[in-house]
């Protein structure tokens, strides 16, 4: 995806869910680790630049947050459309958003235990990988839990739970099937980038 469309979408994602969103403590927590993302792409992308298809994911993930920081998480509509339809009780965008909170930090992982040579058994990588991101889910989780601590009422919306006693275990066992799901389904094109990355890098040296 080129730079200036990546960074079109982004900007107008986030300029139209910062215009009155539902509830503006949620959609500031939401936002941030899209921007902090954003600022680390840009600090690193010359020295170390990414895969096409990680830019993308992460494009993605960040879309998502900021949708669930608009509306919060509880209250995306096309999600209260899915609930009616299905009978669901609950409105289940936060899942989407814990599934790929686990599909695109394995990509990522992937990208940087195999371009830093951290793994050198091949056969251990999405073991590794797996328990990276179910990490990640806890810490997120943690975080939840501390900002619900600190703040009280006003993270409510933040956390989402919607009355499902088992809301946070629920939350990390969708990051762990995106982890497995993003590492069956894009494993090998996510490889034949990384080999193209590695030749263009050997070619400019």
Known sequence: ???????????????????????????????IPAIVALLIMAVSQSRFPLTPLLYQLILVHCVILMIGGHYTYAEVPAFDWLAEQFHWQRNHYDKLGH???????????????????????PRWLATIIVFTCLGI?????????????????????????????????SDMAMAMIGAILALISLSKIHQAQLNRLEQTANKSC
């Open 1 to 31: 995806m080129k730079k200036l469309l990546w960074l079109g979408v982004f900007f107008a994602t986030l300029l139209w869910s910062g215009i009155q969103p539902k509830d503006q403590f949620t959609w500031f927590l939401e936002v």
């Open 137 to 169: 889910s806890a810490l997120y989780e943690l975080i939840e839990w501390w900002v619900a601590e600190l703040t009280g009422e006003s993270a409510e919306a933040f956390l989402g739970t919607q009355g499902y006693i088992w809301d946070t275990q």
């Open 99 to 121: 599934l790929a909170q686990g599909f695109i930090p394995a990509i990522a992982a992937r990208e940087l235990l195999i371009r830093h040579q951290v793994i050198q058994k």
